[in-house]
């Protein structure tokens, strides 16, 4: 069993595509062990991603990721991490088959409806960042 953080970004909740994509992880079978609404801050937006601080888009990465609620979710289940990044897709929209999450519903890399932990150290991380230990189920 393996545990990976999840987060439907602002232009995926504004587009009313929460359910659509709650859905296609639940049918998968994975088990919904933490969900949240939430504003992400300055500060939080930055310590998540950190990797990416020098990178020229991280400004705009970090004004998006806080310019309107998203959903956050812990997910389980075998092999968690990267059977979610099959179903999400490519970064790159232009990259991700249909079928998949930015495939079907994403167009450019700058508002790509998802995020999805890249390794168990990310996950860790990243889970810890937005879940208090009793507030996963
Ligand atoms: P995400 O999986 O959330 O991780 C970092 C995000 O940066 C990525 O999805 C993209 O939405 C965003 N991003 C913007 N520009 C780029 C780029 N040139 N390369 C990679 N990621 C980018």
Redesign the pocket.
Known sequence: MERTFV?I?PDGFRRGLVGEILARFEKKGFRLVGLKLLKISQDLAEKH?AE?RD?P?FP??VAFITSGPVVAMVLEGPNAIAEVRKMMGA??PKDALPGTIRGDYATT????VI??SATPEDAQREIALFFRPEELL
Do not use: A, Q, R, S
């Open positions: 987060m970004k991603y990416h990178k888009f705009g990465l970064t790159h890399i700058d508002e790509n995020h999805g």
